[in-house]
């Protein structure tokens, strides 16, 4: 966990990170907190920083614990995953320090005393020796019961036996209730001295990511067990998710909300935009990837056709509301078909033609296929070019204007267009039009393709779609 708000902080962060971080060590009751934010949003890199903001400011005030429940929901035992990584980090040992080794062994001596109570692995093995020992206990009074009927079991014996196990089993296990209630009792105590002279904050991340039994059952953990002054708790997880999880363990019946706000004390909300007039974060977030890719930044950076790449590019995802998790995944393709074919050196129309079709691939799988396919709505191109379906209002009043490539957006929607077939009429004349005169997408089509091979002419539209549907497959087969 290197990430720091001192290397990036492009969404300007910072200062909500300082406010968390005075709050949790402050005597206000803020536990257990939750950090919200939407799939791809950037909480658990937000997480990071947050905790190495508070290891750089406020050095050894507090034991900083982190965990990713989604690396651990296999375990079945949330209880167990909290108090290791709570061991690992407030009695950490080499081989060289044997004093640590005992701090560290008694510490797990306690927990697990205090803890046991709540394993399942354990109740399930303890329930089963339990039966087992009952019905060795019973034998011979099963036994005297055959003697006495001789020749049948009669219900008499069957009811007897069953009473007697029930009432041992039921003794046994009001025994073990009472047993669990000094344990919780005394795991809480241990917490309380180990956090004694410093608090322990536990941030437990990818919440959301859990199966939802998991998930549960952690809050319920924290809920029943962490309940102390010493030990405070930041989720990191995205709200939505968790209530649904909440709804997946209890139904529909229960009040999601309701039962999270009766021991969430505080929600923050990751904001999208770092400010009202900056552009979006994922806007941000994809340009910084470039520049960390040698591929990508020699493919959009060095060249005159810069500026097309940046409109076309920040255009389309500005419409789409794009997670930092999809930015990944888009720049990831790129690098990828770049890589395999061998370098960046395209002219600009194949470039152009690249970035849209991953861009489609990442964010529109569906809309690409329908355009492959000379079924897509020109409805939907339009809310994925341009965030809406009014696309003539960004064109001129002139009747003769053909976008190009100082309008690389509309110029790409009018191209894509010759490959829609409903509502085409909205935004063109429709292509079976008996009219002589090209339609605005026809004419997009031949410039476009004219920019790399001026010699085609207007007669050749058909073909030209055609080919535009070959290249676009083509790309397709790359990534």
């Given at each position: 966990?290197?990430?720091?708000?001192?290397?990036?902080?492009?969404?300007?962060?910072?200062?909500?990170?300082?406010?968390?971080?005075?709050?949790?060590?402050?005597?206000?009751?803020?536990?257990?907190?939750?950090?919200?934010?939407?799939?791809?949003?950037?909480?658990?890199?937000?997480?990071?920083?947050?905790?190495?903001?508070?290891?750089?400011?406020?050095?050894?005030?507090?034991?900083?614990?982190?965990?990713?429940?989604?690396?651990?929901?296999?375990?079945?035992?949330?209880?167990?995953?909290?108090?290791?990584?709570?061991?690992?980090?407030?009695?950490?040992?080499?081989?060289?320090?044997?004093?640590?080794?005992?701090?560290?062994?008694?510490?797990?001596?306690?927990?697990?005393?205090?803890?046991?109570?709540?394993?399942?692995?354990?109740?399930?093995?303890?329930?089963?020796?339990?039966?087992?020992?009952?019905?060795?206990?019973?034998?011979?009074?099963?036994?005297?019961?055959?003697?006495?009927?001789?020749?049948?079991?009669?219900?008499?014996?069957?009811?007897?036996?069953?009473?007697?196990?029930?009432?041992l089993v039921t003794a046994t296990l009001l025994q073990e209730q009472i047993e669990s209630e000094k344990n919780l009792q005394a795991l809480q105590q241990t917490l309380k001295e180990v956090a004694s002279t410093k608090p322990i904050i536990l941030?437990?991340?990818?919440?959301?990511?859990?199966?939802?039994?998991?998930?549960?059952?952690?809050?319920?953990?924290?809920?029943?067990?962490?309940?102390?002054?010493?030990?405070?708790?930041?989720?990191?997880?995205?709200?939505?998710?968790?209530?649904?999880?909440?709804?997946?363990?209890?139904?529909?019946?229960?009040?999601s909300h309701k039962y999270l706000d009766k021991f969430i004390r505080l929600v923050y909300t990751l904001p999208k935009k770092s400010s009202p007039n900056d552009p979006s974060v994922s806007i941000q977030y994809f340009w910084d990837k470039v520049?960390?890719?040698?591929?990508?930044?020699?493919?959009?950076?060095?060249?005159?056709?810069?500026?097309?790449?940046?409109?076309?590019?920040?255009?389309?995802?500005?419409?789409?509301?794009?997670?930092?998790?999809?930015?990944?995944?888009?720049?990831?393709?790129?690098?990828?078909?770049?890589?395999?074919?061998?370098?960046?050196?395209?002219?600009?129309?194949?470039?152009?033609?690249?970035?849209?079709?991953?861009?489609?691939?990442?964010?529109?799988?569906?809309?690409?296929?329908?355009?492959?396919?000379?079924?897509?709505?020109?409805?939907?191109?339009?809310?994925?070019?341009?965030?809406?379906?009014?696309?003539?209002?960004?064109?001129?009043?002139?009747?003769?204007?053909?976008?190009?490539?100082?309008?690389?957006?509309?110029?790409?929607?009018?191209?894509?267009?010759?490959?829609?077939?409903?509502?085409?009429?909205?935004?063109?004349?429709?292509?079976?039009?008996?009219?002589?005169?090209?339609?605005?997408?026809?004419?997009?089509?031949?410039?476009?393709?004219?920019?790399?091979?001026?010699?085609?002419?207007?007669?050749?539209?058909?073909?030209?779609?055609?080919?535009?549907?070959?290249?676009?497959?083509?790309?397709?087969?790359?990534?």
């Open positions: 966990m290197n990430a720091t708000f001192a290397d990036q902080d492009d969404f300007n962060r910072r200062p909500l990170a300082e406010k968390i971080s005075r709050l949790l060590q402050s005597d206000l009751d803020v536990s257990p907190m939750i950090i919200d934010g939407a799939w791809g949003t950037g909480k658990s890199i937000f997480c990071q920083k947050l905790i190495n903001l508070m290891n750089e400011t406020s050095p050894d005030t507090h034991h900083l614990v982190y965990i990713d429940a989604f690396r651990t929901d296999h375990t079945g035992e949330p209880l167990l995953v909290l108090l290791a990584e709570i061991i690992k980090v407030c009695c950490p040992v080499n081989n060289d320090d044997v004093a640590a080794q005992e701090q560290r062994k008694t510490l797990i001596n306690k927990f697990a005393a205090g803890a046991k109570f709540s394993f399942k692995t354990l109740l399930k093995a303890g329930l089963g020796h339990l039966l087992k020992q009952d019905i060795e206990l019973l034998s011979d009074e099963w036994e005297a019961i055959l003697d006495d009927t001789g020749k049948e079991l009669g219900e008499k014996a069957i009811d007897a036996g069953v009473d007697k196990s029930i009432e941030f437990i991340d990818e919440l959301d990511r859990c199966r939802p039994d998991y998930a549960i059952d952690m809050l319920e953990i924290i809920k029943h067990v962490f309940d102390i002054p010493e030990v405070k708790i930041v989720l990191i997880t995205n709200l939505a998710q968790l209530r649904a999880a909440v709804n997946h363990r209890y139904g529909d019946i229960v009040d520049e960390q890719s040698n591929n990508l930044k020699q493919a959009f950076s060095n060249s005159s056709y810069s500026n097309y790449y940046l409109t076309l590019i920040d255009t389309i995802l500005d419409s789409n509301s794009v997670s930092l998790r999809e930015i990944e995944t888009i720049i990831r393709n790129l690098e990828i078909y770049f890589y395999l074919q061998g370098g960046t050196n395209y002219d600009f129309t194949h470039k152009i033609l690249v970035i849209t079709t991953i861009l489609l691939h990442c964010l529109k799988p569906s809309l690409l296929q329908d355009l492959l396919n000379w079924r897509a709505d020109a409805n939907e191109l339009a809310r994925f070019i341009k965030g809406g379906a009014d696309i003539k209002k960004f064109l001129p009043i002139d009747d003769g204007f053909v976008p190009k490539y100082d309008n690389v957006d509309l110029m790409m929607f009018y191209i894509l267009l010759s490959l829609c077939r409903v509502n085409i009429e909205n935004y063109d004349r429709h292509p079976i039009d008996t009219t002589s005169e090209p339609t605005l997408s026809q004419l997009c089509v031949n410039n476009f393709f004219r920019k790399a091979n001026p010699a085609l002419i207007l007669s050749h539209t058909n073909t030209l779609i055609t080919s535009l549907e070959n290249e676009i497959e083509e790309i397709l087969t790359v990534i």
